[in-house]
């Protein structure tokens, strides 16, 4: 059998992989492995607004009150904010139905542990082993409780207001929470922290989250930038643990850019722990260049910000991330968090009175060429043909290009990355990449 947690929680489509059958029978399982011992468990759970949300989210609490937690239900919150609170409430650990920035009809379970941080393969593997333990429930007293959380997202708020460096004043904003969680909490902690706030795409129903807007589809985003004529536009996602950007052109501002930007500010204020940078093997070759010129190391890990946030605590580091747009500011969160990123990037805008676009300025990307070739099985990339390929062509690129083809930790694909010095190379050489697997695949 496949496993069943991806890179980032167990993800399905709500109601055929991920039923409430299964929320109900996961949730039992991670309370009999990260519950306390002599006394009750606590948990914390909160959802995004997909439609799905609620009955996965009522299954998830059940599972955790028929073991025997006090369940606290923190209601619609980005997950950082649920990893804070976990960390601020003491709870044993916390629970997120999200599926991040995917289509509405996905939907997923995450957890924290203790501390508001993610899980470790071997934990995971627990728990995943604990979904046919036999053993009894609780009976009488020992049946846990729901309550309902007061105010969850003004202490999100609170705590991104008050880590925020020096004050936005004189930044105008477009921000598009993408219909998702942080539809008030991201907007809101910006205007408190001083800028003056744009929205659009900020009225969830629970069926249009991630749909063409938030970080996945920025057109929109950009034309409001334009048209409002704001000096910098942010992009989250359903969940809001991502953060995209665009300049006041409309350029895109991706999480590499936004990495070296705050690199370079943290180096300049002396927070920069080690002086290093935690990033992916995803991460454009263009940034390894950027940090090198400015005295940075830059450390990579496999894909998936739960490995950066891994190195950053065993090296006791402040700063990592993914290009896609995960920042971690390991002193004031324990995930990715966009709202905190937004915040940290428009400081340094207000700090320095420079412009977006010539913050970014300090990285020029190689070009790079990304293809998502769907497949049923993602083992595909380890056939013969594929692995011929990727050596054929990394020999070719060498020291000028890369090559890199990974599954995806959430959705049926391989993903066909190429950078080359030119990006006409780069788009044929990715081409017969995907055709290669695709071939492969049949």
């Keep these: 059998m496949s496993r069943l947690f991806g890179t980032d929680g167990v993800r399905g489509r709500a109601n055929a992989d991920l039923t409430p059958d299964l929320a109900l029978r996961l949730n039992i399982a991670a309370a009999r492995v990260l519950g306390a011992t002599g006394r009750r468990t606590v948990a914390v759970i909160g959802r995004d607004p997909r439609a799905s949300g609620e009955m996965l989210a009522a299954a998830s609490a059940a599972g955790l009150a028929a073991a025997g937690a006090k369940v606290i239900d923190l209601g619609i919150l980005p997950t950082p904010a649920v990893a804070h609170l976990t960390a601020l409430t003491g709870a044993d650990f916390g629970v997120m139905v999200s599926a991040s920035h ?59 207001v008050a880590v925020c460096p020096n004050p936005l004043t ?119 260049q950027a940090m090198g010129a400015a005295g940075i190391e830059l450390e990579t890990t496999k894909v998936g910000d739960r490995y950066v946030l891994e190195r950053l605590s065993e090296g006791g580091y402040s700063l990592g991330g993914e290009q896609s747009g995960h920042i971690i500011l390991s002193e004031h969160a324990t995930t990715g968090d966009g709202s905190l990123t937004a915040i940290m990037l428009l400081a340094r805008m207000a700090a320095t009175g420079r412009t977006l676009k010539d913050l970014a300025s300090v990285f020029t990307p190689a070009p790079q060429v990304l293809l998502n070739v769907r497949v049923a099985d993602k083992s595909v990339i380890d056939h013969e043909d594929v692995r011929n390929a990727v050596a054929l062509w990394q020999a070719k690129l060498g020291a000028d290009g890369r090559v890199l083809l990974r599954p995806s930790g959430t959705e049926p694909l391989v993903r066909v990355m190429v950078e080359a010095s030119e990006e006409p190379v780069a788009q044929s050489v990715a081409a017969e990449l995907a055709a290669v697997v695709e071939h492969a695949h049949s």
Excluded at 203 to 219: A, K, V
Excluded at 261 to 278: K, N
């Design 102 to 160: 995917n289509p509405m009809p996905d939907n997923g379970i995450k957890f924290f542990a203790a501390g508001g941080r993610k899980l470790p393969d071997d934990v995971e593997d627990a728990i995943e082993a604990a979904l046919d333990d036999p053993a009894p429930l609780p009976q009488g007293e020992g049946v846990g409780r729901i309550v309902r959380s007061v105010d969850p997202v003004d202490s999100y708020i609170d705590h991104l």
């Design 170 to 288: 004189g930044i105008k904003v477009v921000v598009d929470p993408a219909n998702g969680a942080a539809t008030g909490a991201a907007p809101e902690a910006l205007r408190r922290a001083g800028a003056e706030v744009v929205t659009i795409n900020d009225q969830p129903d629970g069926l249009n989250i991630n749909e063409d807007c938030g970080s996945t589809h920025m057109d929109g985003l950009r034309a409001a930038v334009i048209a409002h004529g704001a000096g910098a536009g942010i992009a989250l996602d359903g969940d809001a643990d991502r953060c995209l950007a665009v300049d006041a052109e409309g350029n895109t501002v991706d999480g590499d850019a936004i990495m070296a930007i705050l690199a370079l500010a943290m180096r300049d204020a002396g927070t920069l722990s080690g002086g290093v940078l935690v990033t992916t093997v995803m991460s454009n070759l263009g940034l390894h």
